[in-house]
Nanobody, 126 residues
Framework: QLRLVESGGGLVQPGGSLRLSCTASDVTLDEYAIGWFRQAPGREREGISCISKSGGSTNYADSVKDRFTVSRNNAKKTVYLQMNSLKPEDTAVYYC???????????????????WGQGTQVTVSS
């Protein structure tokens, strides 16, 4: 059973940066593509990024492209989401999720992910 734990959230001013981590326990992480999602109050969960099993392929939603960068270190069983130039509209609970298939065309659809972390709150405010 794959368990994921997110960390690194917090309060940051507009224009600031945060790095989120998603760490797996008990099993190897390189068998899974990892997606990042976020959910703001009153809004649907939004898929924002996906990284392939090897890390060789990454994808970003338009809302975060050129500001967020996803990477992974399979030896450390950890996936990272570097978030720069943060905006108030980035405020949300951020989740990582794992799927045994490639990112593919369903990479931003939460129903296609098998395992989820508990989420970490990111608040962008002055």
């Amino acid at each position: 059973q794959l368990r994921l734990v997110e960390s690194g959230g917090g309060l940051v001013q507009p224009g600031g940066s945060l790095r989120l981590s998603c760490t797996a326990s008990d099993v190897t992480l390189d068998e899974y593509a990892i997606g990042w999602f976020r959910q703001a109050p009153g809004r649907e969960r939004e898929g924002i990024s996906c990284i392939s099993k090897s890390g060789g392929s990454t994808n970003y939603a338009d809302s975060v492209k050129d500001r967020f960068t996803v990477s992974r270190n399979n030896a450390k069983k950890t996936v990272y989401l570097q978030m720069n130039s943060l905006k108030p509209e980035d405020t949300a609970v951020y989740y990582c999720a794992a799927r045994p298939t490639t990112c593919g065309t369903t990479r931003y659809l939460s129903n296609y992910y098998n395992y989820w972390g508990q989420g970490t709150q990111v608040t962008v405010s002055s």
